[in-house]
């Protein structure tokens, strides 16, 4: 029998302590030519101190729109309808923007899918380091560049943005907002899709050191399944804007619940034996979630007739939290 639904705000509670970071029934929507466009909704989960959530999911399904939500930097088109985001005891919705300012540069950090839309092109990249890291001197210079395998650009750092390559801007970008500005929550898109994988492994060893020494707390978000093994003590899993599973790291990988996730991790391409074809999920998550039900349910191996008919609620099913109708079943 599928276990009983979570009463409340369905939350992915952190195991690891109280929260620096809580989000309760989050929601985001676009307005557009075509109308309004849900991107994030219902989401919840906690993030203790020192511990590293990673954010999976299919192009679309919300990760970038949660982030910028969560530093309350969304474009002009797009607004939180719905929800709380408390951050070690502030309530982020109710600050004023010269707060969130301040909090935005000293104690949450932001590390954009795009580095070039946060530098500016007619500024040399030397003095932009500089104007966001005060009384930056020659020899944390060099700390912080040799920490990104950036130590060949010292010499270059009069030039501008548009002479790096994009895996050298990535890298100086999480030079600033992880080593140098040491935020309490790094929230992190794609920070290592850009890079080669020897550079990949360096950064990923990097911020994995920073979360042991000073206790970095972290939201990472990618496509990339091996990538978040690597880093995550708990995974969340989103589709069409929702969290549709939350788990720690191994018991996703090992016992996934929800039948998206097991979709997702069929798809690697490791799991396969020799010789048998590559699977993909059939459909796409386009206006999945304006359906009725579940907005798995088209693409689902294992739906049944309510899935079309009622959205389900977050269970609990061992250490995970799964939002689905069939959770706790042997599918
Ligand atoms: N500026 C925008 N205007 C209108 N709709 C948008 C805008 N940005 C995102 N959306 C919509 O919001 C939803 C979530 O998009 P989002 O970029 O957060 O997904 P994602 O999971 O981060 O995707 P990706 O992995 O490709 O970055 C999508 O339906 C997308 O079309």
Redesign the pocket.
Known sequence: MAPEPKAGGAAAPSPAGPALLSVRDLAVT?R?RDGE?P??REVSFDLARGEILGLV??????????LTALMRML?R??GITAGHIGFDGTDLLALREDGMRRLRGDRIGLIP?RPMTSLSPTTSVGRQLRWHLDGLDEGRLKELLGGVGLGAVLDRLDSYPFEFSGGQLQRLLIAVAALGKQPDLLLA??PTTTLDATVQAQVLRLLLELRDRVGLTMVF?T?DLGVISQVSDRIGV?YA?RLVEVAPARELFDAPRHPYTRALLEAIPGRHRRGEPLRSIPGTV?GA?RLPGCPFAPRCAAVVDRCHEENPEVREVGESLVRCHRAGEDL
């Open positions: 676009f557009t466009v991107a994030v999911g299919e192009s679309g399904s919300g990760k970038s729109t949660l474009p088109n797009a899918q898109d794609e978000v496509h989103m804007g386009t979630n």
